[in-house]
């Protein structure tokens, strides 16, 4: 006689808590064979914007950790992503309707695309940043910073694979993230959410949205307090009047990417979400 | 004659060998242009110095077919070395024809001859001489191995620094390996057409460089041009907004250098003297006509008065006159536009509340001229404290913490530049990091060279100009089809080609 399972409810991950969606609504989640799995959250425009709040609230404390202590944060994501492995895998098997050889393989490479990340905590400054030699006499040197609050559609495709491969990059240099997970993959995204939450990861640094991304990114796009917009996963929206709402607030923007390589990893993903400050001081012996 | 007052000391006019009217420069040729032409005048004198050819939608088009046969015919074959070479040839130009250089752009900007000749056209010739030794190194320019051009640059520049913002643009573009159309600002065109001259002079294939002059609406016919694919533009946000919206949606490559509103810290244990001096180079340094200029002067209030009284008093010393004068020191307000705009936001100065002090001198009868400002009694809600005014306006704040001096720095849609002035340097690295803005100058202010990546923050724009960083705006990453792990995924809807270009695979793959 098999026991009877206890369903999880899927809820919002803001600030660091799990709300419902402030509206009350949730939509229905489907395996690939149209079998239910569950309600998730529907967010709103109110949800997206107390994420905003949150984000901001957070990303002078992430940005002000050192490069080392948010390279160790990373990595303990990895570690804790790793010990749940098995629950990842089954919950993509049941999402994708994929065999248990490709959602593992989804699971690993995300996994080990938190630890490539975690690794340039502390290096990216080095390789994007650098003394300028001026002909003057000045001691004159350019960091790259974070550029603060960045909305994010994940790629709509994966339910973890592509989540990660956008918010490791833009966490690398400390920005905090809003992100809107994939519409119809969205439960692993709440998963991770409590492994993020479970670990040292502060709270307001990453905020996941479940829901209608072409109800929501619009709000984002618009949003004065976003600095900026990856619309990786927005191929399939009206995405270009989001880059259009963005320029309002000169939102710096990543265009949709399609495929497999899509949000690939790489040094430019990190770079796309950084400023680089350039400090000039003179230098005298008097 | 007290020790302020100076004979006349004109530079001659005699260098420039002008010609009475300009026409587009296409393909390696001056030839005229379709719009209705327009003159280009002295600001200090209101006097016609030539007429300048104005490019319609249909000279946009051929300047952009020119730059594209240039392009796939023979610049992005040539090799980085040769094309390093004719960077070279053009830094060597430039230093060859400085002084008419310098003497064309205060005639025709405004700006007085000592700033022209002795930053703007060095620095021109400095940015071409940076630029032209990465033209065969770009495998180090942080892109990984064999980065590629993105093709025809489209470049809209500002009529404050004309030459220099030409070179900041010009410069890194050919040196990435790409063809450039480009329009200076309709008040400031003419130096731009003595560098097509140097152009031909260094006998850079035709094509390569094409200068198109006219007004707003053909920088909008430029950068909405579908056969360009990259757009640079220094300018406002409220143009680079629009530009942005025009851009989105398409393949191109945007970077954006906008306006400014920089606070100057003054902490109470700065050297004073030296800070004086920075206060006054940052706001009165060009007219004020600087994007990254100190417009708002935060002074700890223990040392306000002292500050504000040794300002008025280098104030008093400035000569404000003849551009061509060695000795002046403010020079004209570029057009009667800008010096309306001036005018009115510095009169709400007034009706909002805050003090006005203006240098004494004397306002020459014609041309455009607005002397040195100083608002004390600013409150951050003003206009004058939140709004570019870009003229010799200073709005001096107070601040008691560096907590709340970093606050109100950063109490701003922009975020191009900032000043620090205190002897502790450990204040200023820890300053330095909270401001958040792209360039911080620390006991200076308003230095610039080539080797230094420029570029703003937030509202102030995105991407930079100079040094390695400048080279990115114009170039991508090799494709590496095939290094990344591929996933196989089962998702149910099948993928969908965008009808738009895709983008190239990235470099630096995880392995």
Known sequence: MSRLAVPKTYKLFIGGAFPRSESGRTYEVRGADGAFLANAAKASRKDARDAVVAARGAVGGWAAATAYNRGQVLYRIAELLEGRRAQFIAEIEEAEGATRAVASAQVDEAIDRWVWYAGWADKFAQVA?????????????????????????????????????????????????????????????????????????????????????????????????????????????????????????????????????????????????????????????? | MSFLEYAPAPESRSILSLRDDYGLFI??????????????????????????????????????????????????????????????????????????????????????IKESRDVDVPLVAAWFFYYAGWADKLDHAGLGANPRALGVAAQVIPWNFPLLMLAWKIAPALAAGNTVVLKPAETTSLTALLFAEIVQQADLPPGVVNIITGAGDTGAALVGHEGVDKVAFTGSTAVGRQIAKTVAGTSKK?????????????????????????????????????????????????????????????????????????????????????????????????????ERWTAPCEIPENGFWYAPTIFTGVQTSHRIAREEIFGPVLSVLTFRTPQEAIAKANNTPYGLSAGIWTDKGSRILAVADQLRAGVVWANTFNRFDPASPFGGYKESGYGREGGRHGLGAYLAPASVGGAQRRIETTDATPRVESARRARPAKKGAAK
């Not at chain 1, 990543?254 to 990893?265: H, M, V």
């Not at chain 2, 430039?94 to 900007?109: G, H, K």
């Open chain 1, 129 to 286: 940043g650098g003394a300028n030699p001026v002909a003057g006499p000045y001691f004159n040197i350019s960091v790259p910073e974070p550029t603060g609050v960045v909305a994010i559609v994940a790629p709509q495709d994966t339910s973890l694979l592509g989540l990660v491969s956008t918010v490791a990059p833009a966490l690398v240099a400390g920005n905090a993230v809003v992100v809107v997970a994939s519409e119809h993959h969205p439960l692993s995204a709440i998963s991770l959410a409590e492994v993020l939450a479970t670990s040292d990861v502060p709270k307001g640094v990453v905020n996941v949205l479940t829901g209608s991304p072409a109800e929501i990114a619009p709000w984002l796009a618009a949003h004065a307090d976003v600095n900026a917009l990856d619309l990786v996963g927005a191929g399939d929206l009206d995405w270009v009047d989001l880059e259009i709402a963005a320029a309002d607030t000169l939102k710096r923007v990543l265009r949709p990417e399609r495929g497999p390589d899509a949000a690939a990893p790489a040094l430019d993903r990190i770079a796309a979400f950084t400023e680089t400050k350039t400090v000039w001081h003179t230098k005298s012996l008097r």
């Open chain 2, 27 to 112: 393909d390696g040729a001056f030839r005229a242009g379709r719009g209705t032409p327009f003159q280009t005048i002295s600001p200090a004198s209101e006097e016609r110095i030539a007429t300048i050819a104005n490019a319609n939608a249909d000279d946009v088009d051929d300047a952009v077919a020119a730059a594209r046969r240039a392009y796939e015919r023979t610049w992005s074959r040539m090799s980085g070395r040769d094309r390093g070479k004719y960077l070279f040839r053009i830094a060597r130009l430039v230093q060859e024809r400085a002084r008419e250089l310098a003497v064309a752009e205060s005639l025709d900007n405004g700006k007085p």
């Open chain 2, 254 to 354: 945007l970077t954006l250098e906008l306006g400014g509103k920089a606070a100057n810290i003054v902490f109470d244990d700065a050297p004073i003297d030296q800070a004086v001096e920075g206060i006054v180079n940052g706001i009165f340094f060009n007219q004020g006509h600087v994007c990254c200029a100190g417009s708002r002067l935060l002074v700890q209030e223990s040392i306000h008065d002292e500050v504000v009284d040794r300002l008025k008093q280098r104030l008093s010393t400035l000569r404000l006159g003849d551009p061509l004068d060695k000795n002046t020191d403010i020079g004209a307000i570029n057009s009667r536009e800008q010096l309306d705009r001036i005018r009115e936001l510095s009169d709400v100065g007034v009706d909002e509340g805050a």
